[in-house]
């Protein structure tokens, strides 16, 4: 007869457990459990007793809707603890040395801690409590209450501050900083586009450019008629026009004729003076002089080009 066949082979033997992992979408935060010792006892949601692994107790956080942290022994052999998100959530040490440690679910999306998670109640920069940018929300004491709060504030929100009493402020700003309170955290919201910005201020008016200085009559070449000729005021032929001409009176110097002229609302073409302090405007461009030694006649050097001749 044929030889017997050989035994199957043995089975391999089984693979060792794999090592616990963090949970999904949570993260260490520290040793020990989560907060103070006080802040562990008092903001405790659940407890359920030993053996509990750290994927059991992640979810049973994440079947608590208000749950947003937990604390469990890193061996898998410890209690859970369940918490709300209202305080500063980290490990601080107590109970490290039982090897418990302090896993915060991540934030929801946009809503990071202010200033790269510096904690405390939301300020503004330089740490400043500004007027008029927050409303305290009473009955949203959860931090999911608070962010719907926020979201569905009439005013525009640019951020939250929550604490381990139930506390919501709305913020209507953008807060910048944390005030360094443990006891506090601020969160910036996700669509800070909601808020309605004051419009900018007007702009500031440009000045009107500086008048032009009025002429001066020093810095003026008022040449004589006609190359130089003597006498007062007169048309190609001489003439006197009376259209042309306005008496001021006696007793002006001739810079001070000069300047009358130029301040003439009429327009001025020349003036006429002479040795006794008379003074004329003309409001004509003069063409001659008539020939009186004792008087002058002076051309505007800058006449309106509206002036007819006379």
């Known amino acids: 007869p044929p030889p017997p066949s050989p035994p199957p082979p043995s089975p391999p033997p089984p693979s060792p457990p794999p090592p616990p992992s963090v949970p999904h979408n949570y993260r260490p935060n520290g040793e020990g459990v989560c907060g103070t010792a006080a802040q562990h006892n008092a903001q405790q949601l659940d407890y359920f007793a030993a053996p509990v692994t750290i994927e059991d107790c992640k979810n049973k956080c994440e079947d608590d809707y208000r749950c947003k942290a937990f604390s469990a022994r890193h061996d898998n052999a410890g209690n859970c603890f369940l918490y709300d998100d209202s305080f500063v959530n980290e490990g601080v040490g107590e109970y490290a040395s039982n090897g418990y440690d302090c896993y915060l679910g991540e934030e929801a999306p946009g809503w990071e801690v202010v200033n790269n998670g510096e904690v405390g109640f939301c300020r503004g920069d330089n740490r400043v409590n500004t007027a008029g940018c927050g409303t305290v929300y009473r009955s949203a004491n959860t931090d999911d209450l608070c962010k719907e709060a926020c979201l569905n504030d009439p005013n525009g929100c640019g951020g939250i501050e929550t604490n381990g009493n139930g506390h919501c402020e ?17 969160r910036v919201a996700p669509q800070v586009g909601n808020i309605v910005d004051p419009p900018p201020p007007p702009p500031v008016p440009s000045p009107p450019p500086p008048s032009p200085p009025p002429p001066s009559v020093s810095n003026a070449v008022w040449a004589r008629v006609n ?71 002076f051309n505007n050097p800058n006449p309106p080009s509206w002036l007819p001749v006379a």
């Open 170 to 186: 709305v913020w209507h700003c953008v807060p910048t900083r944390g005030n360094g309170s443990s006891i506090g955290k601020c």
């Open 227 to 297: 190359n130089g000729e003597d006498g007062y005021c007169r048309g190609p032929g001489k003439n006197n026009p009376s259209k042309c001409r306005t008496y001021i009176g006696s007793g002006y110097t001739e810079a001070q004729c000069k300047q009358l002229c130029l301040d003439h609302t009429e327009g001025c073409g020349a003036i006429e003076t002479n040795p006794d302090g008379h003074c004329e405007v003309w409001h004509c461009i003069a063409m001659r002089g008539g020939g009186n030694s004792k008087g002058d006649c």
